[in-house]
């Protein structure tokens, strides 16, 4: 199967490319389980996220995606994955990650990483909260990818030109 990935700072258009290429292809896509979390989080408590949250996070992801590729055929798009929630944890408490998450978050398990661009409007809501620190965090992000020596791919411009430019590159994959 095509695991299909869109990774980056927060406010980038992740959710709505990822509606949009599994409309395309006709498939399955992987909703971003820390904002479901963290805003029932934040209705009942008016607690923002914790350390003691990411472990929760992390099985609640890895739950959707595997019920999710249980059920696609052949190309799974999945908006965000356990390196996203390893960069943000290590970001936000200076360096530290639970192993757990830190292990499965390096396996290699995605065809393609869709690194995107700070270049859409910042949409606040009460779970975003770095709107001048988009670019840091994108360079950190595609920093991670390096590292983890992970295939990756840029979406910068517009709704339609990232959504162009990811299905060319899907199409490429699929053609393989």
């Known amino acids: 199967m095509i695991k299909v990935v869109l990774y980056g700072p927060e406010s980038t258009g992740k959710t709505t490319l990822a509606k949009q290429l599994a409309a395309h292809y006709k498939t399955l896509w992987v909703p971003e389980y820390m904002r479901e979390y963290l ?15 990411l472990i929760p996070i992390a099985k609640g ?19 965000t994955n356990l390196l996203e929630l390893k960069v ?3 970001y936000y408490y200076d360096g530290f990650c639970p192993s757990e998450i830190k292990t499965e978050a390096t396996k290699a398990n ?10 859409t409007p910042w949409e606040p809501d009460i779970l975003r909260d770095r709107p001048n620190n988009r670019e840091e965090m994108f ?4 920093a991670e990818l390096k590292k983890q020596g992970f295939p990756y791919k840029i979406l910068k411009g517009n709704e339609e030109q990232r ?14």
């Not at 805003?39 to 949250?53: A, H, I, N």
């Not at 992801?61 to 908006?79: P, R, V």
């Not at 360079?139 to 595609?142: A, M, Q």
Request: hydrophobic content about 35%.
């Open 61 to 79: 992801q890895l739950q959707l995606e595997k019920e999710a590729s249980q059920k696609a055929e052949n190309l799974l798009i999945c908006d």
């Open 88 to 90: 943000y944890s290590e």
């Open 110 to 119: 995605y065809s393609i990483y869709l690194l995107t661009y700070v270049d």
């Open 39 to 53: 805003q029932k989080k934040w209705d009942s408590e008016k607690k923002l996220v914790e350390k003691e949250d």
């Open 139 to 142: 360079r950190i992000f595609e």
């Open 163 to 176: 959504f162009k430019k990811a299905v060319q590159i899907i199409d490429a994959l699929l053609d393989r």
